[in-house]
């Protein structure tokens, strides 16, 4: 097997292990900051989410196993999951199939997943301020007064 084909492969793990034992400190530290502090342009001050809005609430519940919950924050994530163990699973049979690139992403698929975005975000905002469906709480006060 390629050796450096390997190292990455190791590497990537190690980086997803890590960001997942720091998780839960990354919650605890952010609940010190003041709530006065702006987090985010689109919420704060547009009063709209962007497509990532309600994206670690997703993922906290998911690693809590609370799959509708974690749909309900943003239902982005636990197919970005899902893909993201494909890709991985896929790296695998590469490394084991012995291929120098473990997780080629064709340029289409990057178009794909920016329209995606785009179109949720759109989505998400539409639904707020036509129909009211505000699945965090956060913005329905501001658009149905």
């Known amino acids: ?10 590497w990537v793990h190690i980086g997803v292990l ?10 605890f530290l952010t609940g010190l900051f003041p709530k006065e502090l702006p987090e985010c342009f689109l919420h704060d001050f547009l009063f709209l989410y962007c497509p990532f809005c309600g994206g670690t609430r997703a ?7 609370h799959l509708v919950e974690s749909l309900r924050a943003n239902l982005l994530v636990l ?13 695998l049979f590469r490394l084991r199939r ?3 690139t ?11 997943l920016l329209a995606i975005l785009l179109l949720y975000g759109v989505l998400r905002n539409v639904l707020m301020i036509r129909f009211g469906y505000d699945p965090l709480g ?6 149905n007064r």
């Open 18 to 27: 890590a960001l997942l034992l720091l998780f839960p400190l990354y919650r």
């Open 59 to 65: 993922l906290s519940a998911l690693l809590s196993l």
């Open 79 to 91: 197919p970005a999951v899902i893909a993201l163990l494909c890709l991985d699973l896929r790296a």
């Open 98 to 100: 012995g291929e120098r």
């Open 138 to 143: 956060d913005l329905g006060w501001f658009w």
């Open 1 to 10: 097997m390629n050796q450096r084909a390997k190292r990455l492969f190791l």
């Open 102 to 112: 473990l997780y080629p992403i064709p340029t289409w698929l990057w178009i794909l």
